[in-house]
């Protein structure tokens, strides 16, 4: 983007806030259902400040300008920001962030602006509890932006249409009467739905509305005997329409939850995710509405895949498996042929495979391509302005770090592989080996059923810090069926917080993602889908029930770039159990190059 359009339109937004006599504006990374990928017409922060990565916050004043984003993106935001005149400023342990900022830099009697459709409850609920204390004024009922930003893309318009049914284990009515008893149990008399994700599982439909993710936007309000969902009615045919009306759905404009929700009164206990759901979602309710503040019941329903559920999940793993095998034959001969490649090859190549697979939707993220140093940066993305060619000189060698994935009717799949290219070193095998240590530990872990997931982010982790190493990332997150990659309850990353509803429970999916990151030199990173499952042949019995991992992804993992020496013969054993069944599961699949592929990669070690 135009360093110069990013000053122009910084200094229209001053322009605006003096105009309003506003002190401060802070843009965060959301729309009004809080989700991690937004629709054009909501992406403020990146429109104002050019940096593309899915997290970050800005924040305006008259004479300063500052993003806040997490380690994941210092390099990536470093460069997309230098010259703008919006500095970085590094959300870290012991550093402040925005709010902090604010509550230090402004005086008495100034006034923040952030629009009440892009702020959830809870993050309100923060920033009143900072200003208050500095008589400091919130401001949630302007959209300052729409003064200067006249060419502001258009909501999305894209049909509904019904998840494939042979891959629906319940129905939508069934699923209403598990929230309904989850709000029972709760006591509440009205349902407040606003995430994406939880509508679409709910409805058993699903849209295009966000890039990657096959959601729609919408709200729900659920009551003990009525449901209506809140969407563009343009986007629901007559037969979807009859569907809802036969599971109990009624319909209604997309606006019309705000004065839906207006009608309740001092009897009704409203539940809410305060997370994710808008502060200007609830701009028309009276006064004495009682909410009761937790997470949706159909969170936790949906994180626990059905055994069917989870047999498509497989079928998905093995199709995903064979566009891989073809995928990676295919690159290393180009590679051999003397054939120049680019990372975004690399994301060409994978889409074309991938979408030659039954029941193909999507990519369910933007691939991350990155060679040498770029693999260093966790959300890097190759674009056609800024990539490398994937060039090492004579007798050197280098790493190519690939996170990919796809959303399928049957399943949704993510997966990370580490590739050399050239002649590499004993220092890339030394820490591949080191990550796989780390990868192979969570892999085989027991652990007790309902244990919150925070606290297994350690075993992966014990290896690479008995080395002295770690990464900034999770280790860890839930994925969806046919839904969001990025999916909740469950996240294993021991910085998250710890409610009960974290909790690992039998049929969650989980990604096992160790990492290693020299930056300036290269990234590692080994991502495998797990499904929990219960012991199947528990040793013991008195001390409660234990849940182990059924590694789904079926992919080579390059033994060219192991240090056998460093791995235990019980790490061994995994290893080359893992590839016998690799092997087992995609033989039938592929042919010809691809199968010559698999039976070399996937050979003990």
């Given at each position: 983007m135009n360093k110069q359009s990013i000053h122009d339109r910084i200094d229209s937004l001053r322009q605006a806030l003096v105009a309003q006599d506003l002190t401060a504006i802070i843009v965060p990374s959301a729309d009004p259902h809080l989700s991690e990928?937004?629709?054009?017409?909501w992406q403020a922060r990146l429109w104002l400040s050019g940096f593309t990565g899915s997290v970050g916050t800005l924040v305006v004043t008259a004479d300063f300008a500052g993003l806040w984003t997490d380690s994941r993106y210092w390099v990536h935001a470093a460069d997309q920001l230098e010259g703008t005149g919006i500095s970085l400023e590094k959300l870290a342990p012991g550093q402040p962030n925005h709010i902090d900022w604010l509550a230090e830099h402004l005086a008495e009697g100034d006034s923040v602006a952030?629009?009440?459709?892009?702020?959830?409850?809870?993050?309100?609920?923060?920033?009143?509890?900072?200003f208050d204390a500095n008589d400091i004024t919130l401001i949630t009922e302007r959209d300052v932006l729409t003064v200067i930003w006249s060419d502001r893309p258009a909501l999305p318009t894209a049909s509904l249409y019904q998840h494939d049914a042979q891959f629906v284990a319940q129905s939508a009515t069934s699923k209403l009467a598990a929230v309904r008893?989850?709000?029972a149990e709760a006591g509440a008399t009205h349902h407040l739905l606003s995430s994406l994700d939880d509508i679409a599982w709910l409805t058993n439909l699903r849209g295009a509305d966000v890039d990657y993710n096959p959601v729609f936007l919408a709200h729900m309000l659920i009551s003990e005997h009525d449901a209506t969902l809140s969407i563009d009615n343009n986007k629901v045919s007559s037969e979807i329409a009859q569907s809802l009306k036969d599971s109990g759905i009624a319909l209604a404009d997309y606006d019309a939850v705000q004065d839906a929700l207006g009608t309740l009164t001092a009897d009704d206990l409203l539940l809410l995710d305060p997370s994710k759901v808008a502060v200007g979602t609830l701009s028309k309710m009276g006064d004495g509405i009682g909410f009761i503040e937790q997470m949706a019941p159909s969170t936790l329903l949906k994180s626990v895949k059905s055994d069917a559920d989870i047999d498509h999940v497989r079928e998905a793993m093995r199709q995903d498996g064979a566009a891989l095998s073809e995928f990676f034959a295919a690159f290393e001969q180009r590679l051999a042929d003397g054939e120049r490649l680019s990372e975004l090859d690399v994301d060409s190549m994978l889409i074309e495979v991938r979408s030659q697979q039954p029941h193909y939707v999507s990519p369910s993220f933007p691939t991350i391509a990155g060679f040498n140093e770029n693999g260093a940066l966790p959300h890097y993305r190759a674009t056609p302005e800024k990539f490398s060619y994937l060039d090492v000189n004579e007798g050197e060698g280098g790493?190519?770090?690939?996170?990919?994935?796809?959303?399928?009717?049957?399943?949704?799949?993510?997966?990370?592989?580490?590739?050399?290219?050239?002649?590499?070193?004993?220092?890339?095998?030394r820490d591949f080996t080191t990550v796989l240590k780390a990868h192979i530990a969570?892999?085989?872990?027991?652990?007790?059923?309902?244990?919150?997931?925070?606290?297994?982010?350690?075993?992966?982790?014990a290896p690479l810090w008995q080395a002295q190493m770690d990464y900034g990332h999770g280790t860890g997150h839930g994925v969806g069926y046919f839904l969001n990659v990025h999916e909740g309850p469950q996240v294993i990353a021991y910085s998250a917080s710890m409610p009960k509803e974290r909790a690992m429970k039998e049929g969650m999916i989980s990604s096992n993602e160790p990492g290693l990151y020299r930056e300036g030199k290269y990234g590692i990173r080994i991502e495998n889908l797990m499904v929990n499952k219960r012991v199947a042949q528990p040793v013991e019995t008195e001390f409660g029930d234990f849940l182990n991992f059924e590694t789904v992804t079926y992919?080579?993992?390059?033994?060219?770039?192991?240090?056998?020496?460093?791995l235990t013969q019980i790490e061994i054993d995994w290893l080359n159990n893992y590839h016998n069944q690799v092997y087992a599961e995609l033989k039938d699949?592929?042919?010809?190059?691809?199968?010559?592929?698999?039976?070399?990669?996937?050979?003990?070690?």
């Open positions: 990928y937004l629709p054009e017409y952030v629009d009440g459709n892009v702020l959830s409850i809870s993050e309100q609920d923060k920033l009143l509890n900072a008893a989850g709000m790493l190519l770090l690939i996170d990919s994935g796809a959303q399928y009717q049957n399943g949704t799949t993510d997966i990370t592989r580490v590739v050399g290219i050239g002649q590499v070193s004993s220092e890339h095998k969570l892999a085989k872990a027991h652990f007790p059923d309902g244990i919150a997931s925070p606290l297994i982010d350690a075993i992966c982790r992919c080579p993992i390059d033994t060219r770039l192991i240090e056998s020496s460093l699949r592929v042919e010809g190059a691809a199968l010559d592929w698999l039976t070399e990669r996937t050979k003990a070690i």
